[in-house]
């Protein structure tokens, strides 16, 4: 089977899917926030409420863990709660992304990938402006070097493909099985209790955790802590832990979406 | 010069009813045994068919014979099971006017961004959008939210931003009546000006009438098998034949 489709020509199909990214992500954020620039802070609300939650209950049990400081078990509470807050929100919403848009796909020919990346994309932008900056500033305070704060774009990469390959595997699996959402809210649920987001790793049984740390965000969190927190240089070696698991996963999530795209449309 | 080019196509495509949506269900029949490899219905039927540039092509057929389908295969938003789509030039469909309209946008939110749906450029479109608006005779309510138009004014703007630039190929799935009888007559001269010029059109419609007073050419469609392709008239004649 073959399909050439020469669309209005000089116009090549990455062209095409730029444009298309960034009109579908302009369109989510302004329809979040309404046209308040402001907006973006809102999605510091979830992690900021969970970190006082978190820390009022546990902090002063954890605390030992954390030189006996409650501040510090809030930070490592809190970077944790952020990239937790940004995987679970960005792929449940780019597992509804396609099916949700399924009348357009029969009427206009898109390609159907760049709507679970335009949801991970809009989610990566409120993260650059909103909890970025934050991560950064407590970077350099800790650690009195700006490498720190640079360094912490690895991380965030290997957290937005981890986002876009779990993304694309539950808009792909939504299509077919529409009760998928109940099952995916279970499985984060249990990541945030699996993954040490608000207690330290130690806590872990020895001989639990390795399974624990094979997890990639487990290592994405490690590694923002270390980067933000630590106050040393960062360790290279969890970045490439970090960035390794992530992009297998995003490499299986594309294989994934890619072999049962062809199905879809009969399922929309 | 050719405009599109169908070699071979059939499609055949799964029938919704029979397939469960439903993960849990489907794991327990997989595990008892009783799960069925799903079935397909054939939708094509090895269809043949050339279309010149500028030639103006009514498509004709009982319900569920394909039409739709087909113009579906032409716009590539389906993919043939065997056989090849050639298309040269870019494509605007007219099916089902609004369809990619965000209700809670602003319409010149909405123009730029039905437009870049189609295929242009964000530039583009927003040099667009004031010619758009004014075709559309929404000038007024450029900064309300699309939910706030009444649905022939939707219409209108759908309209207004899938002719604003003359395609290659337009693609009309019985849509031609739009908004109130003066903005009917507007449209309907709009569209006559592609027939005029050398826009390749594609017709679907139960309007015989209408398609032989404007196509030349008629493909009468049925159980997904073209039955017959030439002159327009005949074309229809078939048709009715069959039927009574």
């Known amino acids: 089977m073959s399909l050439s489709l020469k669309n209005t020509p000089n116009r090549s199909q990455l062209q095409r899917y730029w444009e298309l990214l960034y009109v579908l992500v302009e369109n ?8 308040s620039f402001l907006g973006v802070f809102w999605s510091l609300l979830n992690p900021l409420m969970m970190t006082v939650i978190y820390a009022a209950v546990l902090g002063t049990a954890f605390a030992s863990y954390y030189d006996n ?4 078990y809030i930070l490592a509470a809190f970077t944790g709660l952020v990239t937790m807050h940004f995987f679970a929100a960005s792929t449940s919403q780019a597992m509804r992304s396609v099916v949700s848009n399924g009348s357009l796909l029969n009427k206009i020919s898109l390609p159907i990938s760049v709507f679970p990346a335009s949801m991970i994309t809009a989610n990566l932008f409120q993260f650059v402006m ?7 500033i407590m970077a350099v305070i800790i650690s009195g070097n700006v490498i720190n704060s640079l360094a912490l774009l690895f991380p965030l990469l290997a957290l937005t493909l981890v986002s876009t390959g779990t993304g694309f595997i539950l808009s792909a699996l939504y299509v077919f099985f529409r009760d998928i959402p109940y099952f995916y809210e279970v499985a984060v649920y249990g990541l945030r209790i699996g993954t040490p987001v608000f207690y330290p790793a130690d806590v872990v049984p020895e001989k639990i955790r390795p399974f624990v740390l094979l997890n990639p965000l487990a290592q994405i969190i490690e590694s923002i802590r270390q980067i933000t927190l630590s106050g040393d240089l960062p360790d290279l070696s969890l970045i490439w832990g970090a960035l390794l698991g992530s992009v297998i996963v995003c490499i299986l999530g594309w294989l994934c979406f890619k072999n049962l795209r062809h199905q879809f449309m009969d399922l929309l | 010069m050719e405009a599109i080019r ?8 799964r029938t919704q009813e029979e397939f469960s949506y439903d993960f849990k269900k489907s794991l327990l029949s997989f595990l008892e ?4 490899k799903p079935t397909k219905k ?25 039409k739709s389908t087909l113009l579906k295969v032409i716009s590539g938003i389906l993919q043939p099971t065997i056989g090849s789509v050639h298309v040269y030039g870019n494509i605007a469909p007219l099916i089902e006017l609004g369809a990619g309209l965000d209700p809670a946008m602003s319409v010149t939110h909405n123009i730029i961004l039905y437009g870049v749906m189609l295929g242009f450029l964000r530039k583009e479109m927003i040099e667009r959008i004031q010619s758009i608006l004014e075709f559309a005779e929404l000038e007024e309510y450029a900064f309300a939210p699309v939910k706030a138009l009444s649905s022939g ?33 507007k449209s309907r001269t709009r569209i006559e000006k592609f027939w005029d010029t050398n826009t390749t059109i594609l017709v ?19 159980k997904g098998q073209i039955k017959f392709s030439g002159n327009v008239d005949e074309a229809v004649e078939h048709y009715l034949n069959a039927v009574e």
């Open chain 1, 28 to 35: 989510n954020l302004k329809g979040r926030y309404r046209g």
């Open chain 1, 69 to 72: 400081s409650i501040v510090n």
């Open chain 1, 130 to 136: 909103a909890t970025l900056p934050l991560l950064a």
């Open chain 2, 6 to 13: 169908l070699n071979g196509i059939s499609l055949w495509r």
């Open chain 2, 33 to 36: 045994g009783k799960y069925r």
């Open chain 2, 42 to 66: 054939l939708v094509l039927d090895r269809i043949n068919l050339n279309i010149e540039v500028g030639e103006t092509v009514g498509i004709i057929g009982s319900n569920g014979s394909g």
């Open chain 2, 153 to 185: 004014m939707k219409a209108r703007l759908g309209f207004a931003i899938a002719t604003d630039v003359r395609p290659d190929i337009l693609i009309l799935d019985e849509v031609l009546s739009v908004g109130d009888v003066r903005f009917k007559k």
């Open chain 2, 204 to 222: 679907v419609s139960h309007d015989l009438k209408f398609i032989q007073q404007w196509c030349q050419k008629g493909i009468w469609l049925d």
